[in-house]
């Protein structure tokens, strides 16, 4: 038992949860609460099937009345998931709300140990804590703080774009910052969307001019945010905004620079169709492009090319602009800051690099393409303008689609992408409606769980697309009959039918698979997130926060959380920006009261806690030769109160008294 | 020092200092994704490993623990910027200290536990446990006493020869 005795006027309310048998299967509830029962300060000690229940809160608003309890303490989950829901409680019961602990036997006891003596035990160890600790708890005020009701939209595929838009229809002020000249994404490439074989750009271009001429849009494409300063409410955003050589104000999309380039013929690699279209130094990355500038690439335009400014080129782009002088050789990078309340991070995925599986002869046979090429060669406005070719201009008699390449493979990705499935039937059909070939799915288990998707597989099964259940082995060009002479030939096992097969085609498409970003480590550090093993941003919770993460006001949508098709994207988009709505309409945001406070009479004026603050809210009082806290711009971490070395400075809510009685309540014996 | 005679059923005592970003939520996810773990560690919550004082890991294990755990999120990821980092200066202090105070540096432990990892919780805690298992019972506590009961037959020892009132010390006097 605790040594010491509690001041008379301490009167502590303990609870335990058994959470129904989530903690009780492991935990003697009513035996923690009789031993509880017995330390000092407890006035009344209770167990309770479900102290989060409407009644379990009751419970304790009763209490604290009938009973003048004055200190409250519920052993239960964990405090990140109900301290609100208890602090409330306690409020409402009409004590201050920090009169309240919470011990966690859920997460940190019943759920993870064996042994039920073992675990009851380390509940009692960490209710002694709690009550010891409860005793040292002061009155608190929440703070509160006006929130800057704009909003920043990272990433302009259909994720930004919808949760763009969705807050611009709200009235909100939105930024949507987007690293591509144009915004899109993805989804801007694909020629149609699986399982309603809707045309992409027919969906998403209206979505995207939209976003273009709202007036409550300020779009930036061509640029990277550098810096997030700030926090929930009053972010401080520093954006890169790359040099695109043409003013996007005086620029109308005319495109008769491009006409006039002095490159009669586009004979440079097009990033937006994957490489295998051609562009000119001057271009547009595509007809439906928003903004509809152009832009120069200074690695080829003959103007950079041969040292700035130079006169060997004519210029014939800018004789071609006239009197709108939108071209600007001596455009520079720039920097803007603005200032948001809340931030949606829809930064995207990219696809697996297929040359991670060398068996598959990505970039060693030219006809093995990837599913994303696919989608350019069967767009209209592609490179071959929607005809089915090789490169060598044959059109295919076979076509193979081999799924899950780099996805569900311990050697690369462990996760399956969702996506490549449906992509898969989806382009198998588009092929056999452009060309006359024979197409194969080789597949190693159909996943088609959303609405209609599994008809469409069905519909697939009728349309004579062939289905091999099997991972391809190889994909070599290495012939064995003359059937095979000069063709690419997958060895698989057939696994339906069990054996080895080989399966001559002309051409091959790689259903590749969705990773994070290669960046995607810089972009979680920039917005203080976290990731997950795999490297996909992670949720608040899995289920309840979905669209949150850790830091509040940060809220995320899309494929950077993890692989998901366009209806699940738009709908996540559209709860991020909800979320985002919810902050900045409130007004003001209630900060946790738990900020650092310097006790004048002790400090002695060292300035050790001057350096270790990293949000410079501690100066120096030269007249008093004190130092002193600015609340406002005070986080609440704690640094500068373990760092002073005479004791004067005092967190709020981690007061030194209050973790020294809880190390000394759970070592207790 | 060599660590006393222990028996089988005795289990070390470790007191955890989570941050509750990164390592606190690594913990939830532990018992989310119901992994199993020694039940020999009990945590305490703050809101940065920043706030680690120095005091209160001599005070844990001065209170009887066997060993203390820090966890905090990785460096470059901290919460609050760079806390972790003021905690990793103070934890290599915090080590020399407990090695010229005769308590092996093994028996505390700064591990950083980003949010996404309940695997490395179990792991780490494990690990440790096993770790303080081989180095037995610190015994502080049993020691200080002993110390104070040997302090207290000294003084009992000085207190029976009467020192005459007055005089200055010889030593002093020189």
């Not at chain 1, 996506?419 to 194969?440: R, T």
């Not at chain 1, 051409?507 to 093993?533: K, W, Y």
């Not at chain 2, 209170?63 to 980092?85: F, K, Q, R, S, T």
Request: glycine share 8%; proline share 6%.
């Amino acid at each position: 038992m605790p040594t010491g005795s509690a001041p008379d006027s301490l009167r502590i309310g303990f609870y335990i949860c058994h959470c129904g048998h989530n903690i009780a299967a492991m935990v003697d509830c009513p035996e923690v609460a009789k031993y509880a029962e017995r330390l000092p300060g407890v006035a009344l000690s209770r167990d309770y099937k479900y102290m989060c229940s409407d009644p379990g809160q009751e419970l304790i608003q009763k209490d604290i009345q009938e009973f003048k309890l004055n200190r409250i303490v519920v052993a239960s989950c964990s405090p990140l998931l109900h301290e609100r829901t208890f602090r409330a409680a306690t409020e409402a019961g009409g004590l201050n709300p920090f009169f309240f602990h919470m011990v966690n036997i859920r997460e940190h006891d019943a759920w993870v140990h064996t042994d039920r003596k073992e675990a009851t035990e380390k509940a009692k160890a960490l209710a002694r804590a709690a009550i010891a600790r409860v005793a040292h708890h002061r009155a608190l005020e929440v703070k509160r703080v006006p929130i800057n009701p704009e909003v920043l939209v990272v990433g302009g595929g259909i994720a930004g774009i919808h949760a763009t838009l969705t807050l611009a229809h709200a009235g909100k002020k939105v930024f949507l910052v987007e690293r591509e000249p144009s915004i899109g994404g993805h989804m801007a490439k694909f020629d149609k969307t699986f399982p309603t074989l809707d045309c992409a750009a027919c969906i998403l271009t209206p979505k995207m001019s939209e976003v273009g001429t709202h007036p409550n849009v300020t779009l930036w494409s061509y640029s990277e945010v550098i810096k997030v300063d700030g926090y929930v409410g009053n972010y401080t955003v520093t954006v890169k905004r790359k040099a695109r050589y043409v003013n996007e104000d005086l620029c109308t999309g005319c495109q008769e620079c491009i006409a006039n380039c002095v490159y009669k013929e586009p004979k440079f690699s097009d990033e937006f169709n994957e490489g295998l279209g051609r562009r000119k130094p001057v271009y547009i990355p595509f007809p439906q492009a928003t903004p509809q500038v152009t832009l120069i690439d200074p690695n080829v335009c003959l103007n950079f090319k041969r040292g700035a400014l130079t006169d060997k080129c004519k210029k014939t782009c800018v004789e071609a602009c006239g009197e709108k002088k939108a071209i600007d050789f001596t455009q520079r990078e720039e920097t803007r800051e603005i200032k948001v309340g809340a931030i949606i991070v829809t930064t995207g995925f990219q696809t697996f690099d297929a040359r991670r599986v060398p068996q598959y002869g990505y970039g060693l046979f030219p006809n093995v393409y990837t599913a994303l090429e696919v989608e350019r060669l069967i767009n209209a406005s592609g490179p071959t303008g929607g005809e089915v070719i090789l490169r060598d201009g044959r059109p295919p008699k076979a076509i193979g689609i081999i799924h899950c390449v780099g996805s569900r493979d311990v050697r690369t990705n462990r996760w399956c992408s969702r996506v490549c499935c449906m992509y898969s039937l989806k382009l198998a059909h588009l092929l056999k409606e452009h060309s006359e070939a024979e197409v194969y799915n080789f597949y190693i288990d159909m996943r088609a769980p959303g609405k209609s998707y599994e008809e469409f597989y069905s519909k697939l099964l009728s349309e004579g697309v062939q289905f091999i259940r099997g991972r391809v082995g190889e994909v070599t060009d290495w012939a064995m009959t003359p059937e095979e002479e000069g063709r690419l030939v997958l060895r698989v096992e057939d696994t339906l039918a069990g054996f080895v097969r080989r399966i001559p085609v002309d051409m091959v498409v790689l259903a590749t698979g969705l990773e994070p970003q290669a960046d995607a480590q810089e972009i979680r550090r920039l917005f203080n997130m976290s990731c997950g093993s795999e490297g996909f941003f992670l949720e608040r919770h899995p289920k309840l926060a979905p669209v949150n993460t850790f830091t509040d006001g940060i809220f995320l949508a899309g494929a950077c959380q993890g692989p998901r098709d366009i209806p699940d994207t738009v709908a996540q988009a559209g709860a991020a920006a909800a979320e985002a709505l919810a902050l900045i309409d409130k007004g003001h945001i209630e900060q946790e009261p738990n900020t650092a406070c310097i006790l004048d009479a002790e400090c002695s004026g060292c300035k050790s806690c001057i350096p270790v603050c990293p949000y410079t809210a501690i100066t120096f009082d030269e007249a008093r030769q004190k130092a002193t806290i600015n609340e406002t711009l005070c986080k609440g971490c704690g640094t500068c109160v373990a760092s002073c070395p005479s004791g004067s400075i005092v967190q709020h809510l981690f007061e030194d008294e209050e973790i020294l009685s809880e190390i000394d309540g759970v070592l207790a014996r | 020092m060599s660590p006393p005679p222990q028996s089988p059923e005795w289990r070390p005592r470790i007191v955890a200092f989570f941050c509750t970003w990164c390592t606190y939520t690594a913990a939830d996810l532990a018992g989310v994704s119901r992994l199993k773990y020694a039940a020999n560690i009990r945590v305490i919550r703050l809101m940065c490993s920043g706030r680690v004082d120095p005091q209160f890991i001599f005070a844990a294990l001065a209170n009887g623990a066997d060993g203390v755990l820090i966890g905090g999120c990785h460096p470059g990821d901290c919460h609050y910027v760079e806390g972790n980092y003021k905690m990793l200066r103070r934890f290599e202090m915090v080590k020399r200290l407990l090695h010229e105070m005769g308590v092996e540096p093994k028996r505390v432990r700064l591990e950083w536990i980003s949010a996404a990892e309940g695997e490395k919780v179990k792991h780490v805690v494990n690990e440790m446990v096993e770790q303080v298992r081989q180095l037995g019972p610190l015994t502080l506590p049993q020691r200080f006493e002993a110390w104070d009961h040997e302090l207290a037959g000294l003084e009992a020892a000085v207190a029976d020869e009467p020192v005459p009132a007055n005089e200055p010390c010889p030593a002093l006097s020189l």
